[in-house]
């Protein structure tokens, strides 16, 4: 069974930092690029970041680009998103899940609880 536990979020002023965590567990962890993804109040999920398996390759959003940094610690089976320069269009639940490129892993439905970002002006 797969188990992805997102942590790190809360609230932080515009330009302030955060860093998020995905502890993975129940998958080969360094079989898969991983991906953060959030959701917005009445919003649809969207992409953020990914990063392939061994950390090789990196991918952001335009909106993110320059301001978060994706990594990994495949000895820990956890992803990092280092959030810099945040700004309140950043506030959103955020989860971590197997991607493929930018999207999710086809068939992946076994989302974690994600975390609270809530960026105030």
């Known amino acids: 069974q797969v188990q992805l536990v997102e942590s790190g979020g809360g609230l932080v002023q515009a330009g302030g930092s955060l860093r998020l965590s995905c502890a993975a567990s129940g998958l080969t962890f360094n079989n898969y690029a991983m991906g953060w993804f959030r959701q917005a109040p009445g919003k649809e999920r969207e992409f953020v970041a990914a990063?392939?398996?061994?950390?090789?390759?990196?991918y952001y959003a335009d909106s993110v680009k320059g301001r978060f940094t994706v990594d990994r610690d495949n000895a820990k089976n956890t992803v990092y998103l280092q959030m810099n320069s945040l700004k309140p269009e950043d506030t959103a639940v955020y989860y971590c899940?197997?991607?493929?490129?930018?999207?999710?892993?086809?068939?992946?439905?076994?989302w974690g609880q994600g975390t609270q970002v809530t960026v105030s002006s």
């Open positions: 990063i392939v398996w061994n950390g090789g390759r990196t």
């Open positions: 899940a197997p991607s493929l490129g930018s999207s999710v892993l086809p068939n992946f439905n076994s």
